[in-house]
């Protein structure tokens, strides 16, 4: 772990990004995908990757107030972020479940960005209640044969790997039958069929696994044992990037400010008083985000607090961004290729895409249920499995 003072790393980080910078963000959906990778890449390559992953597996194992500046840094210089859910996802699962084999073969490939993982978890009729899934996991000697179906699965049509839960016990155990399987994406067996979302991307799409056979040597933990690995993958899910979602927030508002400024919106004092409470809001995700690190390094989890940095990020984004689209009036309802649209329709796309901010990760709800119990210890919900 470093010595470096934290304005000196600061500054150092700061000159690598303005000297390596990835230039402007490409149009087209297959060059930024590269242009996303080579980026990636160059962080890995010159030290910069992976600022809470332990250096043994090519990250920077820094300290607190390191992190936190690290993710204002990168925020600020508008760099693309990591391809994938690995980074965030997979790997804290695999630093603490994988054995030394799996880390060496997984990690550093995931960190450069050479391969890119998606998370196979959510199911047509399991998507907050995991513990119902029924995508199937035979076992045949060396192999696991899968079979069955996940959705609303996030860059699987770019993925190379995905984590996935899996059944190898019966229905009826629910979270006690649940392993956890790494899926060669170009397997034989393995379909992707992408989803249109409300945007007209493709970010999601439906997999489907017919007998593909996956080494009993690419399951993460015990046979029958994935559950305490999924609430794990979880809790870094909802933390992931917390600290990057704060510094971003804080430079998409004072760019909305600026906008509103420019089009003489901000002398209507109800549309002032709004922006001031996102000015709030902001300030408090960045509080949540310095506190769900802090759990991290103390713990080596982020805990169930980290449902509460979630829960406010997603109603935040959601509610700034309808903010946006009502303060500019008829123009924001243009779309990118019409004519007038204020800055290529982004406040109208963000609108689309946060419609779904509060089903990822876990619902609201669940955010709510994990707050109310495990933090706040109020009753258990019968339907929900247990915390244990």
Request: aromatic fraction near 8%; proline fraction near 7%; avoid cysteine.
């Amino acid at each position: 772990m470093t010595t470096e003072p934290v304005e000196a790393f600061r500054a150092r980080l700061s000159e690598f990004l303005t000297g390596h910078g990835p230039g402007p963000r490409p149009r087209d959906p297959d060059e930024r995908f590269a242009w996303t990778r080579a980026w990636q890449a160059t962080l890995f390559d010159h030290g910069f990757a992976g600022p809470g992953w332990p250096e043994a597996y090519g990250g920077m194992d820094l300290p607190f107030a390191h992190q936190v500046a690290y993710q204002e840094e990168l925020a600020r210089a508008r760099v693309p972020g990591p391809v994938g859910t690995g980074l965030g996802i997979a790997a804290p699962t695999i630093i603490k479940f994988g054995t030394d084999e799996q880390k060496r073969r997984w990690l550093p490939s995931m960190l450069r960005g050479d391969r890119v993982w998606a998370q196979g978890y959510s199911e047509p009729g399991a998507g907050s209640d995991l513990p119902g899934l029924r995508t199937t996991a035979r076992r045949e000697g060396p192999d696991y044969v899968v079979t069955g179906q996940k959705v609303w699965t996030s860059h699987a049509a770019r993925a190379d790997v995905f984590f996935t839960l899996v059944r190898t016990g019966a229905v009826a155990d629910r979270q006690r039958g649940i392993s956890y399987l790494i899926i060669d994406a170009h397997a034989p067996g393995v379909e992707v069929r992408p989803l249109r979302d409300l945007t007209g991307g493709h970010v999601f799409a439906e997999v489907f696994f017919d007998g593909v056979r996956v080494p009993v040597a690419d399951r993460v933990g015990e046979e029958n044992g994935g559950w305490p690995l999924v609430r794990t993958s979880l809790g870094h899910e909802r933390a992931a990037g917390a600290m990057n979602q704060a510094a971003l927030y804080r430079r998409v508002l004072t760019e909305l400010e600026e906008l509103l400024r420019e089009r003489g919106a901000l002398a209507d004092p109800l549309v002032a008083d709004r922006v001031a409470g996102f000015e709030i809001g902001v300030r408090i995700m960045r509080y949540n985000a310095q506190r769900t690190i802090s759990d991290i390094l103390a713990h080596g989890e982020p805990g169930p607090a980290s449902s509460i940095s979630r829960l406010h990020i997603t109603a935040f984004e959601q509610e700034l961004h309808e903010f946006a689209v009502d303060a500019l009036g008829p123009a924001g309802l243009l779309g990118r290729n019409s004519p007038g649209a204020v800055q290529r329709a982004r406040w109208l796309t963000g609108f689309l895409r946060t419609r779904a901010s509060t089903i990822g990760a876990g619902t609201a709800e669940i955010q709510l249920n994990t707050i109310a119990e495990q933090v706040l210890g109020l009753p258990h919900e019968p339907g929900m499995p247990a915390a244990g």
